[in-house]
């Protein structure tokens, strides 16, 4: 008698931003290529355009089904000047619901549910859906250790980290400098504070943590987060190294002058500059960077995202090529 076989549904929930969507795509392609899974990626608050020019770097456009969760109106729920980081966290929460009603309606029911970072809300949907639920940290497992390590600190740890700014020491992990901190955890009791620190505490109900790093980059504190003497006593779920999550770069892309001069420079001596999709400078900061960069006197490309001043992008322009391009 043949044996009929249905493959793994995997749902996946991608926060707002390219730096999160880009590693649910790519995080589902391989899931698809690679496990045959069948695959629906659920994505909040995309602009169209944006989305459709994500998935035009994928050969087909149906290796799994993409979603575009409504959009949701937060305006009444954070203040104006909230961070992005708050304002996401928040339009995540919001979009619960929604996510509930997209899933109810798929003809075959999702048995896996994997959030980013900023879903974490959703795992309770997960068990009530009766899903197995991972949560993807797109980040290093180091800055896993010191989101789910911070919730757990008492009162005299953390003012030694935030007050006396002395090393935040994480069981068998290279310690967090203050410099290094998560810039959410420097406002005691402030909403981005209260907020990460339940993101913190959320990751390690999940079945398990999918990290985009591999065992030879951070074997040390891996072994931590495995180890119930060490950081496992917080993590406490099985932790699986998939990364790195990168996307190919097609070769066109590849006939550029940044790249051209790049191959020119002496190996490993070039410092590379992002802020990421939401780390847009004022005028001001950007400026006081650009004479930083220049003055240390070190190759470097800077990714430069508006909106800036016509004279501060000009300025950065010519501190770079006028010392290294």
């Excluded at 990626?41 to 995309?46: D, E, Q």
């Excluded at 700014?165 to 400098?177: A, D, E, F, S, T």
């Excluded at 430069?304 to 391009?325: F, H």
């Amino acid at each position: 008698m043949e044996v009929q076989t249905t493959k793994i549904h995997a749902a996946l929930l991608a926060s707002p931003g390219i730096g999160h969507l880009v590693p649910v795509l790519e995080l589902g392609k391989r899931l698809v290529t690679q496990l045959d899974f069948q695959v629906t990626i659920f994505v909040v608050g995309a602009e169209p355009s944006v989305l459709e020019s994500q998935l035009q770097n994928f050969p087909k456009s149906s290796i799994f089904n993409v979603v575009s969760l409504p959009p949701v109106d937060i305006s009444g729920l954070v203040d104006p000047n909230a961070s992005i980081v708050t304002k996401i966290i928040v339009m995540m929460r919001e979009s619960v619901p929604d996510l509930r009603s997209e899933i109810s309606v798929l003809k075959l029911r999702p048995t896996v549910l994997i959030v980013d970072l900023f879903g974490t809300e959703a795992l309770r949907l997960a068990d009530e859906l009766n899903m197995l639920n991972y949560v993807l940290i797109a980040s290093n497992a180091w800055f896993l250790a010191a989101t789910t390590y911070f919730p757990t600190i008492d009162g005299k740890q953390e003012d030694e980290h935030i007050i006396q700014q002395k090393p935040l020491i994480i069981p068998g992990c290279k310690p967090v400098r203050f410099e290094d901190t998560l810039e959410a955890f420097l406002v005691k009791n402030d909403e981005l504070y209260l907020e990460y620190l339940r993101i913190g505490l959320e990751i390690p109900a999940a079945d398990g943590i999918l990290v985009n790093t591999w065992e030879d980059l951070e074997a040390k504190t891996l072994q931590s987060m495995r180890d119930t003497k060490m950081l496992g006593r917080v993590t406490r779920v099985p932790i699986y190294p998939i990364g790195p999550l990168v996307r190919e770069v097609k070769s066109p892309a590849l006939e550029n002058p940044v790249l051209d001069w790049l191959d020119n420079q002496p190996t490993e001596s070039v410092i590379y500059v992002s802020f990421g999709s939401g780390g847009t400078l004022s005028a001001k900061q950007m400026t006081e960077l650009a004479w930083g960069l220049e003055l240390s006197q070190q190759r470097f490309i800077w990714v430069i995202r508006p909106p800036v001043e016509n004279d501060t992008v000009m300025l950065c322009i010519l501190l770079g090529r006028r010392k290294w391009m």
